[in-house]
């Protein structure tokens, strides 16, 4: 199987080699395909939740490759930073079509450490904006998730390992003014339930055009 290995900040390109490195899991979500990758590797980078901070820190990510029918090849990753917030975020596009470069350098998903121990995994939406011309970060209800994926996003996000899912409120006792938001459980370091959550979230949901009026 495939071992897919990545240094940040352009230190080194990809290397795909071979040799027995474990099984590699393949996970196919209406017209994507999920590799994930065996092992970790050490990480250098900025972490999403501290942008304003000029300093790089350093990490293990854990990698998947998002793969579809309409040309997209995405390497994206679990990152568990030494200090900052864990978080799941584009590694690199290494190909697709124009619409699929909304994925290249936005869309992470940050990690917050719940309550009881777990994580917190907020589960907002690429969406075209008409306004700005481009797909960003929005909320979204699980009627509108489940209408491009063609399936129920917390049906599927059960079977592959979420704990609980729903409003951030009624999954984690929050009551600030994100507590109406969508998001779910999962164990710590469960790089499969993530990926299928960032992968319904980010590629399907601009494959399918979320957002776009015809």
């Known amino acids: 199987m495939p071992?897919?290995?990545?240094?940040?900040?352009?230190?080194?390109?990809?290397?795909?080699?071979?040799?027995?490195?474990?099984?590699t899991e393949v996970i196919s979500i209406s017209k994507c395909e999920i590799e994930l990758v065996p092992g970790s590797k050490p990480y250098i980078g900025k972490p999403t939740s501290e942008r304003d901070q000029s300093q790089e820190?350093?990490?293990?990510?854990?990698?998947?490759?998002?793969?579809?029918?309409?040309?997209?090849?995405?390497?994206?990753?679990?990152?568990?930073?030494d200090t900052a917030?864990?978080?799941?975020?584009?590694?690199?596009?290494?190909?697709?079509?124009?619409?699929?470069?909304?994925?290249?350098?936005?869309?992470?998903?940050?990690?917050?450490?719940?309550?009881?121990?777990?994580?917190?995994?907020?589960?907002?939406?690429?969406?075209?904006?008409?306004?700005?011309?481009?797909?960003?970060?929005?909320?979204?209800?699980?009627d509108e998730i489940d209408e491009f994926l063609g399936q129920s996003i917390t049906d599927l996000l059960f079977e592959v390992g979420a704990l609980k899912v729903g409003t951030r409120q009624e999954i984690d006792g929050e009551t600030n003014k994100t507590a109406k938001q969508l998001a779910m459980l999962v164990a710590?370091?469960?790089?499969?339930?993530?990926?299928?959550?960032?992968?319904?979230?980010?590629?399907?949901a601009v494959i399918n055009d979320f957002g776009l009026v015809f």
Request: net charge neutral; hydrophobic share 40%; aromatic share 8%.
């Open 85 to 142: 917030a864990p978080e799941i975020k584009p590694i690199d596009l290494l190909g697709g079509l124009q619409k699929h470069n909304a994925l290249d350098n936005r869309g992470s998903m940050t990690l917050v450490h719940a309550r009881d121990g777990n994580w917190l995994a907020p589960l907002r939406v690429m969406k075209y904006s008409p306004d700005k011309k481009y797909f960003t970060l929005h909320g979204a209800t699980t």
């Open 3 to 23: 071992l897919l290995e990545a240094l940040d900040n352009n230190l080194e390109t990809y290397r795909i080699f071979g040799g027995n490195v474990g099984a």
């Open 188 to 204: 710590p370091g469960d790089l499969r339930t993530l990926a299928v959550a960032y992968t319904v979230t980010r590629p399907l």
């Open 57 to 81: 820190q350093t990490g293990r990510l854990s990698t998947f490759r998002v793969t579809s029918s309409d040309e997209l090849n995405l390497v994206a990753g679990l990152v568990e930073w």
